[in-house]
């Protein structure tokens, strides 16, 4: 099983880019979601889905778009990129939130000039 | 949003050594999870708590749910190099979809 596979692992953009980060599940988990991890600052919740067509925000949102057309892929869009967008992004998928692993992707670098 | 408060925030320790770690929040909490690090990958569970005042062991590792429901902790018995790594807190906000993560504590072993 692959589990949770993000692309791309780094990607350079300059300031007002726009680019999508891609994550696949083959688990048929039915939740999903993003987060942010920057230092001392721990992983921070950008937005998450419950299934396919439901999506919702987090904890820090503002800047980034998703959808989820499928149960399997849960992009995450950048539509202007800002130096404050820095950061490694992490997927993550789950069949349930407490009552079953969250199993995380390898993670994406962004950079932000 | 919740916030988990975790500490310390930093450690390193000699091989062999016991470990322990701790996450507090200003809210109660129905589950309490933790999570491990390893560097240049996502976290990944190690231990799942449900009920307060229960503790659960997963090898070397122990984690407490506390009678509060405020707080839990994490501590690893006889530490190895390879516990090196950020061990995260996380729980549910309460009637929520969204899980919310302590900051971390990051653990260096000296062999």
Partial sequence: ?113 | GQQLNQSPQSMFIQEGEDVSMNCTSSSIFNTWLWYKQDPGEGPVLLIALYKAGELTSNGRLTAQFGITRKDSFLNISASIPSDVGIYFCAGPEAGSYQLTFGKGTKLSVIP
């Fill in chain 1, 1 to 113: 099983n692959a589990g949770v596979t993000q692309t791309p692992k780094f990607q350079v953009l300059k300031t007002g880019q726009s680019m999508t980060l891609q994550c696949a599940q083959d688990m048929n988990h039915e939740y999903m979601s993003w987060y942010r991890q920057d230092p001392g600052m721990g992983l921070r919740l950008i937005h998450y889905s419950v299934g396919a067509g439901i999506t919702d925000q987090g904890e820090v949102p503002n800047g980034y778009n998703v959808s989820r057309s499928t149960t399997e892929d849960f992009p995450l869009r950048l539509l202007s990129a800002a130096p404050s967008q820095t950061s490694v992004y992490f997927c993550a998928s789950s069949y349930g939130l407490t009552d079953s692993p969250l199993h995380f992707g390898n993670g994406t670098r962004l950079t932000v000039t």
